[in-house]
């Protein structure tokens, strides 16, 4: 597993609230943030080689896959009520 390390910033209430909103099992906030920045950083990359292109591409691979993500996660948590009820 790749180390981590603590990273302390300050955002605006609005992103906050779209976080913690976004934010359910399996899709943290840390993951959220790291995901962007991964986007960022491989956008810059992009644009200094010229391949922008291939950053738009990976991008949607990127956002398919945290879909796909989100979607089990709220499926799973969506049976978890159905059988605690």
Sequence with gaps: MT????????IRPD???YLK???IE??????IVRVALDNWI??????????YDKWKEMLMENIETD???RKQAVSVNA???????
């Design 67 to 69: 879909l796909r993500v």
């Design 79 to 85: 049976n978890d009520k159905t059988h605690h009820s």
């Design 26 to 31: 399996g899709l943290s906030i840390s993951h």
């Design 21 to 23: 909103k976004s934010a």
């Design 15 to 17: 992103q906050y609230k």
């Design 42 to 51: 491989t956008l810059q990359e992009a644009v200094d080689t010229e391949r």
């Design 3 to 10: 180390k981590l390390h603590r990273l302390t910033t300050q």
